[in-house]
């Protein structure tokens, strides 16, 4: 025994010596562990230098316990340290290599009961890898996906495992479903089932147990319209928007050589609406609006000019775009009436009596809005306006192009 405890003692300082400072980490590697192992229950510390705990299951019945471990030198194994403990588990700290250990169990009268089969393991280079940049840097719970963060940086090894970790320490780490790693980028896979609200930053940790973390990484709740709102709210939202509406003439007689054939540039549109109904395909309400603008063209000899207003009701379908979801898409589809009105020719010598009239009208239009802050948004479309005119055989239709400032709140 005595011999034993200097061999023991010879080893113990031959590895003190041989660790760097920085330290390994341990992996278990490709073996069968047999009798009461407990193979995956290794982990490592960061002090000076990284421990490895090697592990098993204890027996109640044991006095103490004999690890000999054993490295690999040439495709065979030469034996490095031999340890007597009274716990079922052992701290050392060995270089990168390949290892097996052994565990002989003395009972109570310091004999040996048996030994336990040899365990392999692998020590591996401790990297420390490095974030750069991680894309993108939101979620959104209204969104369909992906969820998905690309990260990208220096030594990102093979195996690496990335996360998300609340800032505030508060909640619960979300890992992602897979960790795909290609040269130094590693995509974390999420399902949208696992996110919750909340501000995290991302970190990456390598098989040797480094690590590097960068933020933040925000996920929101749903967000319809610049703001935030819980999951699953039913709040509608409301829209009011005002602006520039100049009309441009398309086809009918109201638009033939004679009358008006040129862009009117002085109109302005305003619209209020309301979305009752919100999902992640997009949010659907109503809408009503009135536009207004004047129309005047300089002929030869004559001078004509009109006024033409429109009251319109529809369906207000719209969609927030990702990734930010700052912008907006809105369609709109309905009917209304439009109003001629103050409709006459002027002549050197006078002018005629003024016409006047009133048409059913179908009604169209796309638009994208941005969001600037609050509730303010800018609008920019495209609507148009198709009357049915009975006097009219090719019913007279126009654009509005429209640039708005929109409020949705």
Same mark, same amino acid.
Request: glycine share 10%.
């Given at each position: 025994?005595?011999?034993?405890?200097?061999?023991?003692?010879y080893?113990?300082?031959a590895?003190?010596?041989?660790?760097?400072?920085?330290?390994?980490?341990?992996?278990?590697?490709?073996?069968?562990?047999?009798g009461?192992?407990?193979?995956?229950?290794?982990?490592?510390?960061r002090?000076?230098?990284?421990?490895?705990?090697?592990?098993?299951?204890q027996?109640?019945?044991?006095?103490?316990?004999?690890?000999t471990?054993?490295?690999?030198?040439d495709?065979?194994?030469?034996?490095?340290?031999?340890?007597?403990?009274?716990?079922?588990f052992?701290?050392?700290?060995?270089p990168p290599?390949?290892?097996?250990?052994?565990t002989?169990?003395?009972n109570?009268?310091?004999?040996?009961?048996?030994?336990m089969?040899?365990v392999?393991?692998?020590?591996?280079?401790?990297?420390?890898?490095?974030?750069? #940049?991680?894309?993108?840097? *939101?979620?959104?719970? !209204?969104?369909?996906? $992906?969820?998905? =963060?690309?990260?990208? %940086?220096?030594?990102?090894?093979?195996?690496?495992?990335?996360?998300?970790?609340?800032?505030?320490?508060?909640g619960?780490?979300?890992?992602?479903e897979n960790?795909?790693?290609?040269?130094?980028?590693?995509?974390?896979?999420f399902?949208?089932k696992?996110?919750?609200?909340?501000?995290?930053?991302?970190?990456i940790?390598n098989?040797?147990?480094?690590?590097d973390?960068r933020g933040?990484?925000?996920?929101?709740?749903? #967000?319809?319209?610049?703001? *935030?709102?819980?999951e !699953?709210?039913?709040? $509608?939202?409301? =829209?009011?928007?005002? %602006?520039y509406?100049?009309?441009?003439?398309?086809?009918?007689?109201?638009f033939?050589e004679?009358a008006?054939?040129?862009?009117?540039?002085l109109g302005?549109?305003?619209k209020?609406?309301?979305?009752?109904?919100?999902?992640d395909w997009?949010?659907?309400?109503?809408e009503?609006?009135?536009?207004?603008?004047?129309?005047?063209?300089?002929?030869?000899?004559?001078?004509?000019?009109?006024?033409?207003?429109?009251?319109q009701?529809?369906?207000?379908?719209?969609?927030w775009?990702?990734?930010?979801?700052?912008m907006?898409?809105?369609?709109?589809?309905?009917?209304?009436?439009?109003?001629?009105?103050?409709?006459?020719?002027?002549?050197?010598?006078g002018?005629?009596?003024?016409?006047?009239?009133?048409y059913?009208?179908?009604?169209a239009g796309?638009?994208?809005?941005?969001?600037?802050k609050?509730?303010?948004?800018i609008?920019?479309?495209?609507?148009?306006?198709?009357?049915?005119?009975?006097?009219?055989p090719?019913?007279?239709?126009?654009f509005?192009?429209?640039?708005?400032?929109?409020?949705?709140?």
């Amino acid at each position: 025994m005595n011999s034993m405890g200097n061999r023991e003692r010879y080893f113990l300082a031959a590895l003190l010596f041989l660790s760097p400072v920085l330290g390994f980490a341990l992996e278990p590697a490709g073996s069968q562990p047999a009798g009461s192992h407990d193979p995956g229950n290794f982990f490592i510390e960061r002090t000076q230098r990284f421990i490895q705990r090697l592990s098993w299951i204890q027996d109640e019945a044991v006095f103490r316990y004999e690890v000999t471990i054993e490295a690999e030198q040439d495709g065979t194994y030469k034996g490095v340290l031999w340890k007597t403990t009274k716990e079922n588990f052992l701290d050392v700290s060995l270089p990168p290599g390949r290892y097996r250990y052994q565990t002989g169990v003395y009972n109570f009268l310091d004999e040996l009961e048996y030994t336990m089969n040899w365990v392999y393991f692998t020590v591996l280079n401790a990297i420390q890898p490095t974030i750069h #940049r991680f894309t993108p840097t *939101e979620f959104f719970l !209204g969104d369909r996906g $992906p969820w998905h =963060i690309t990260v990208t %940086g220096e030594n990102i090894a093979a195996g690496a495992e990335g996360a998300l970790r609340p800032l505030d320490g508060s909640g619960s780490i979300i890992y992602p479903e897979n960790t795909e790693i290609e040269g130094n980028a590693a995509r974390l896979i999420f399902s949208k089932k696992q996110l919750v609200p909340g501000l995290y930053e991302v970190y990456i940790r390598n098989p040797g147990g480094l690590e590097d973390s960068r933020g933040v990484f925000t996920v929101h709740p749903r #967000r319809w319209n610049g703001k *935030e709102a819980a999951e !699953g709210s039913t709040r $509608p939202d409301f =829209i009011v928007s005002a %602006g520039y509406a100049p009309l441009m003439p398309l086809y009918g007689e109201l638009f033939r050589e004679d009358a008006f054939i040129h862009p009117a540039p002085l109109g302005f549109a305003v619209k209020g609406g309301v979305l009752p109904l919100k999902r992640d395909w997009g949010s659907l309400g109503a809408e009503l609006g009135v536009s207004w603008n004047y129309l005047k063209e300089e002929k030869k000899g004559y001078t004509i000019s009109a006024q033409a207003a429109e009251l319109q009701a529809g369906l207000l379908y719209q969609l927030w775009l990702p990734p930010n979801r700052t912008m907006a898409f809105n369609f709109r589809l309905g009917t209304g009436i439009g109003i001629l009105t103050n409709f006459h020719f002027e002549h050197a010598d006078g002018r005629n009596d003024t016409m006047a009239g009133m048409y059913l009208s179908l009604d169209a239009g796309v638009s994208f809005q941005r969001h600037i802050k609050g509730p303010f948004f800018i609008e920019a479309g495209l609507d148009f306006t198709h009357l049915l005119s009975p006097g009219d055989p090719s019913q007279p239709g126009y654009f509005h192009p429209i640039l708005n400032a929109l409020w949705q709140f």
